[in-house]
């Protein structure tokens, strides 16, 4: 959506506990900055070199794993003293269109309950980098604390958006983390904007093996409820992929109904060169369709009720 307005806020999760972000909310306590940082690099000039700069991974020695934006973040942090002043300076020096915002201020971590093939009962995996790798189904996703409690920023940018999109990214460690802190949800049920999920080209290995459209929306449900989501936007494309590498997700006839509670848009949104990933300019299309789409329904409801 960056060519199209600079009026755009990004709430992210703060969960992370892996690679450098993990490292660095172990040994400096500081928000992990990972997504964060990706997140402003993805709202920054792609071609500048400061934004080549942030998104730098040091290869070797001590720093081996880093990336200089966390390094970035994280320093600031202790600088101005919060990481709410940090992010905003960050966004000033590289010049981004838009803002970041951290769904949550609070320490959170990620667990969940897993199923995995021969054992009598779930496990419960603590922590969002083990989640994944523990090679079951996850059924279900939580926060610790639980009541963790929203950015006062982040539930007003909500309140104040004529348009939220949640996802693409991962349904597990990524959007639903987010949907659970104390506030997102709640900020979303009581805006009046239009909201879209939009559900992954591919299936995500040790997350949704095997997932269809239908199984990330019900994912969506069993955690936050019904009634917040009002599209859903998905891929009917599907070029042929190296074997192995990943699996297309699939609309399932078999689950139509739970469908039937969402406008569903089928378009094709593969990207030519990477065709388990979107293409930014054709999911940009798609969704900015859907947007004026719902803006005129809206206005010509609006004409008939006047009329009545």
């Known amino acids: 959506l960056k060519p199209f307005t600079s009026n755009i806020t990004a709430v992210v999760t703060v969960a992370d506990d892996g690679g450098s972000s993990g490292r660095l909310r172990r040994e400096l306590g500081v928000l992990p900055p990972g997504d964060l940082r990706n997140n402003i690099a993805a709202l920054a000039d792609d071609e500048s070199l400061m934004t080549q700069l942030f998104q730098y991974r040091f290869g070797a020695g001590d720093l081996s794993g880093h990336a200089f934006g966390n390094l970035f973040i994280s320093a600031l942090a202790g600088v101005t003293g919060s990481i709410e002043t ?5 966004e000033r020096v590289l010049n981004i269109q838009g803002s970041v915002l951290p769904a949550t201020l609070e320490d959170v971590h990620l667990s969940a309950t897993v199923r995995v093939a021969g ?6 995996i603590v922590g969002e980098s083990k989640i994944t790798e523990a090679g079951g189904k996850i059924e279900e996703i939580r926060l610790s604390p ?22 693409p990214g991962s349904l597990f460690t990524s959007i639903l983390p987010n949907l659970l802190v104390k506030g997102i949800a709640e900020a979303l ?6 909201i879209v999920y939009v559900c992954n080209v591919a299936t995500q290995s040790g997350e949704t093996d095997g997932f269809t459209v239908a199984e990330h929306v019900m994912a969506l449900e069993r955690h936050i409820g019904r009634g917040i989501v009002q599209a859903v936007l998905a891929n009917n494309a599907y070029p042929r992929l190296n074997a192995g590498v990943t699996n297309y997700v699939q609309p399932a006839p078999e689950h139509h109904e739970i469908l039937q509670r969402y406008e569903i848009r089928y378009v094709d949104l593969t990207d030519n060169e990477r065709p388990w990933r979107h293409d930014p300019e054709k999911l940009v ?3 900015l369709q859907m947007s004026q789409e719902e803006r005129a329904g809206a206005s010509q409801t609006k004409e008939l009720v006047a009329e009545a």
């Open 119 to 124: 054992k009598a009962q779930p496990l419960n």
């Open 285 to 287: 299309a798609a969704i």
């Open 146 to 167: 639980p009541d963790v409690q929203a950015y006062a920023e982040s539930v007003q940018a909500i309140l104040d958006a004529g348009l939220v999109v949640i996802g």
């Open 86 to 90: 940090a992010l905003i300076e960050t």
């Open 189 to 194: 049920r009581a805006s009046n904007a239009y």
